[in-house]
Every structure is written in structure tokens, then in C-alpha cells.
């Protein structure tokens, strides 16, 4: 499973999983699925509250704030416990499940 990101679109991806006779396919998410990509939460939070909201100060490095950042998260139940049933979505259950 990929998301849309062009490189996974290129031909030169195409060529090869074409050349795989047919032992690898690609199965696209949609561009926005928190459902199926839970850290899509998490970094959706960051952006919105974290990092990008407030300049570092003075004696403060960008990973130290990150790691704050990250940290904090853990405490937040909503994107820090994702249980075992978010992966359980249709596709998971697809692909790792129909043996």
C-alpha cells in the first residue's frame, strides 16, 4: 500500500511492477486517510498546535521541540491509542488477513 506521493506513480515504477508479472501490486490510499494511516493524526496535530505555531526560542533546537512535541502526544489518547481495530480497516483485513 502507497500513498499518492508522484514517485510511486513514475514509469519507471510502473515498468517494474509490471516486470513482476503481476507478484507485486500497488494499492493506492487515498490522499487524506487517518482511518487507514493513523500517524496521519498525529502529524496533522503537530502542524496545527506544534512546531510550525511557535518559533524556537533562543536556546532551544528544533529536535528538542519536536521531541517536547512528540511527547505531549502521548498523552493525548485520541492519536496516541490507536488500538489494534484501527488496522483492522477493509484494506488491512484485505491484504493481511484472507490467508
Known sequence: MVDGLPAHKTALVKTYIASTDGMLTLHFLPGYAPELKPDELVWS?????GV???P????????DK???QLAAIKRVPQLSGHSS???????YKQTHCAH
Do not use: G
Not at 524556537?56 to 529536535?63: I, K
Open 66 to 68: 519536536i521531541e517536547a
Open 52 to 54: 510550525a505555531r511557535a
Open 56 to 63: 524556537l526560542r533562543q536556546s532551544e533546537t528544533l529536535r
Open 85 to 91: 481495530k484501527h488496522l483492522l480497516s477493509p484494506i
Open 45 to 49: 496535530h503537530m502542524k496545527r498546535t
